[in-house]
Nanobody, 116 residues
Framework: QVQLVESGGGLVQPGGSLRISCSAS????????MGWYRQAPGKQRELVAT???????NYADSVKGRFTISRDNAKNTVYLQMNSLKPEDTAVYYC??????????WGQGTQVTVSS
């Protein structure tokens, strides 16, 4: 059974930092492209960042220079370090494991709220 479990979300002030994690089980983690997506209230889910099995990252323009995605294949975990957070970063953040269109999995999401 595949499980992606996100953790580390919470409330942070504008300009602050937060690191969220996603621990995977039931998949051969090292061969999957891992990603973070987010969905704000009333909006569609959008890409935040992905990282290939080889460790190449890709970022949405809105988070470039502020967010860093990384992975630890030994721990089956992907991270998203978020710095200089803005209120518009408020959303539920979802972890994604992607191998092919019909071989991808989602976590349950973790809430990130940026507010003073």
């Amino acid at each position: 059974q595949v499980q992606l479990v996100e953790s580390g979300g919470g409330l942070v002030q504008p300009g602050g930092s937060l690191r969220i994690s996603c621990s995977a089980s039931g998949i051969m983690f090292s061969i999957y492209r891992m990603g973070w997506y987010r969905q704000a209230p009333g909006k569609q889910r959008e890409l935040v960042a992905t990282i290939t099995s080889g460790g190449t990252p890709n970022y949405a323009d809105s988070v470039k220079g502020r967010f860093t995605i990384s992975r630890d294949n030994a721990k089956n975990t992907v991270y998203l370090q978020m710095n200089s957070l803005k209120p518009e970063d408020t959303a539920v953040y979802y972890c994604n494991a992607y191998l092919a269109e019909r071989r991808q999995y989602w976590g349950q999401g973790t809430q990130v709220t940026v507010s003073s």
